[in-house]
């Protein structure tokens, strides 16, 4: 099968080449857009990561030039129209689970590093300045965390948590998991969790119920000093509203490895380029913000999985058998 991979980096390309047994693909670097749909003219099937467009115009555009298959090297699908997908009649294939391990086990380096000042007291040193002052931290141990999503990777957190590091831990999820809650694992309504907890971590996903799930209102219910971790989807969090709560102290600290607009931004080196995003620019200047560029999937341990499970999609339908149920993204999620 000819596969037009977009959004490629050279990472992409060793971890496809690795397991790609015969299939004919073509790496792109350009990211898919309706300008660059065009490049996948006569590919059978598009292979597609996280900021990709994958819009009806684009769909479209794709559809009209052979492709039958969009193959997402990701979990998440909130960039993807799928009723037009469906209706132009494009498969659609995803990698629900390819390491809920690497984005848990990354999630809690977050926290703690931001909890402790570990991203300062590493600049710090290597200037000479040993002094502690102004990195004062906390214990996680008896403190309230919320998990907002408790799937395969806010399972994993909640358990960190909950039985690691000995936090009261809330949550709340449209399919409360039945084994957190013999954990301890208290499930109650988001308010009660904006309210009660000393840290909040995200990890649902994006749709239009959990747009802004964390915004204005959310935040005026926190407890001063709230720390917010979010590894899931940048469009969970009003960045503007995070930036008021960061300048009146409601919010003491925030890690992102998602934003709302890292599109334009992320996975790229940017360092010679003046920034014009106003709002990532405002929340760098914060000393309690840490901010990745959505890295937390990037361990070789998923990398192997998701190359291996995007192109066994492609193998599967190109032979006309069935996908695995979580490997096709239903509208409103597993
Ligand atoms: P999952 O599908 O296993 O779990 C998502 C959970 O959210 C499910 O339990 C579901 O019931 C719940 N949920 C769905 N709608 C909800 C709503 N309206 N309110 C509350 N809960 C809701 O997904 P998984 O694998 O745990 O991934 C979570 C998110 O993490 C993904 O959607 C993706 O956006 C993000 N992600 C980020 C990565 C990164 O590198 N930063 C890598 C992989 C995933």
Same mark, same amino acid.
């Given at each position: 099968m000819r596969i037009a991979m977009f959004s490629t980096k050279p990472y992409d390309r060793r971890s496809f080449e690795a397991v790609n047994a015969g299939h004919d693909i073509l790496y792109l670097e350009p990211r898919l857009a309706p300008e660059t749909a065009p490049l996948a003219a006569g590919a059978e099937a598009v292979c597609v990561f996280v900021n990709d467009d994958v819009s009806a115009r684009v769909l479209q555009v794709l559809h009209a030039g052979g492709t039958r298959l969009v193959l997402l090297r990701c979990a998440g699908f909130n960039n993807v129209d799928l009723k037009e997908a469906e209706r132009l009649g494009l498969r659609v294939a995803r990698v629900p689970a390819y390491s809920p391990h690497a984005v848990a086990e990354f999630t809690i380096g977050l926290l703690l590093s931001l909890v402790r000042g570990i991203h300062r007291a590493y600049q710090r040193t290597r200037d000479g300045n040993f002094a502690l002052e102004g990195l004062l931290g906390f214990d996680l141990h008896g403190r309230t965390a919320g998990v907002i999503g408790t799937g395969r990777i806010g399972v994993l957190v909640a358990r960190a948590l909950a039985a690691g590091f000995g936090c009261r831990v809330l949550a709340y999820d449209i399919h409360p998991d039945p084994e957190l809650q013999a954990l301890g694992v208290i499930y109650t309504d988001p308010r009660s969790i904006a309210?009660?907890?000393?840290?909040?971590?995200?990890?649902? /996903?994006?749709?239009?119920?959990?747009?802004?799930?964390?915004?204005? #209102?959310?935040?005026?219910?926190?407890?001063?000093?709230?720390?917010?971790?979010?590894?899931?989807?940048?469009?969970?969090?009003?960045?503007?509203?995070?930036? #008021?709560?960061?300048?009146?102290?409601?919010?003491?600290?925030?890690?992102?490895?998602?934003?709302?607009? #890292?599109?334009?931004?992320?996975? #790229?080196?940017?360092?010679?380029? %003046?920034?014009?995003?106003?709002?990532?620019? !405002?929340?760098?200047?914060?000393?309690? &913000?840490? &901010?990745?560029?959505?890295?937390?999937?990037?361990? !070789?341990?998923?990398?192997?999985?998701? =190359?291996?499970?995007?192109?066994?999609?492609?193998?599967? %339908?190109?032979?006309? !058998? /069935?996908?695995? =149920?979580?490997?096709?993204?239903?509208?409103r999620g597993p």
């Open positions: 309210a009660e907890s000393d840290i909040i971590t995200l990890h649902c /996903p994006l749709t239009p119920e959990t747009h802004h799930i964390i915004r204005a #209102e959310t935040l005026a219910l926190a407890k001063p000093g709230l720390v917010l971790v979010n590894t899931s989807r940048g469009g969970l969090i009003d960045a503007e509203a995070a930036i #008021e709560a960061l300048k009146t102290g409601r919010l003491g600290g925030l890690a992102i490895d998602v934003y709302e607009q #890292e599109a334009d931004v992320f996975f #790229e080196d940017l360092s010679n380029e %003046i920034l014009t995003d106003d709002l990532l620019a !405002r929340l760098l200047t914060f000393p309690n &913000v840490l &901010v990745t560029g959505h890295q937390a999937f990037f361990t !070789r341990d998923a990398l192997g999985a998701i =190359a291996t499970t995007t192109l066994n999609n492609a193998i599967l %339908i190109e032979s006309g !058998r /069935p996908l695995g =149920a979580s490997d096709v993204p239903a509208p």
